[in-house]
C-alpha cells in the first residue's frame, strides 16, 4: 500500500511541475504574441503611409464607406 501512495505522489508531482511550466510557456507565448500584433500593426500603418506618400489614394481597407 505505501509503493502505491508513494508512486501516486510521485506522479502528482510530476504532474505539478507539468503544470507549472506550461503555465510559464503559455505565459512567455502571450507577451510574443501582443508583441508580434503591435508591430503588425505598425508596420500596416507604415505601408498604408507609404502607399499614400508615393501618390496613391487612401488604402481601401482605411477608406470610409460611401454611405457614411
Keep these: ?3 502505491r501512495m508513494d508512486r501516486a505522489e510521485e506522479e502528482l508531482a510530476h504532474l505539478v511541475r507539468t503544470v507549472e ?3 510559464d ?3 512567455r507565448q502571450t507577451l510574443e504574441i501582443e508583441r508580434l500584433g503591435r508591430k503588425v500593426g505598425l508596420l500596416m500603418e507604415r ?5 499614400y506618400s508615393s501618390g496613391g489614394q487612401i488604402p481601401l481597407a482605411d477608406q470610409k464607406p460611401p454611405h457614411w
Excluded at 505601408?47 to 502607399?51: G, K, N, S
Design 21 to 23: 511550466e506550461l503555465s
Design 47 to 51: 505601408e498604408a503611409e507609404r502607399e
Design 25 to 27: 510557456i503559455v505565459a
Design 1 to 3: 500500500m505505501q509503493d
